[in-house]
Nanobody
Framework: QVQLVESGGGLVQAGGSLRLSCAAS????????MAWFRQAPGKGREFVAF????????YYADSAKARFTIARDNAKNTVYLHMNNLKPEDTAAYLC?????????????????WGQGTQVTVSS
């Protein structure tokens, strides 16, 4: 069982930056593709960013391109989401997800393991 724990959320002004972290509980983290999703109140989970375990290749939602960067440290079993130039519409709970059998990397149902989320609030 892979457990994921997110941290790093908070309240920030528009234009500010945050770095989210997702720590995995097991060394099998190195065999799992990882992603960040976000969920605003009353909405479904929205794909943000993805990183592959084998070569660290990445993929981003259009809303995240040029502002967010996903990275992983396999030695620390941790994946990061660096967020710059934050906007009020980025306000959401950010969730870390993991899978070892991704089919459609932007679809939440393809991910087996989920963290509890960390709240990001961007004020205007």
């Amino acid at each position: 069982q892979v457990q994921l724990v997110e941290s790093g959320g908070g309240l920030v002004q528009a234009g500010g930056s945050l770095r989210l972290s997702c720590a995995a509980s097991r060394s099998t983290f190195s065999n799992h593709d990882m992603a960040w999703f976000r969920q605003a109140p009353g909405k479904g989970r929205e794909f943000v960013a993805f990183i592959r375990w084998s070569d660290s290749s990445t993929y981003y939602a259009d809303s995240a391109k040029a502002r967010f960067t996903i990275a992983r440290d396999n030695a620390k079993n941790t994946v990061y989401l660096h967020m710059n130039n934050l906007k009020p519409e980025d306000t959401a709970a950010y969730l870390c997800a993991a899978t070892n059998n991704v089919v459609v990397l932007t679809t939440a149902s393809n991910y087996k393991y989920w963290g509890q989320g960390t709240q990001v609030t961007v004020s205007s």
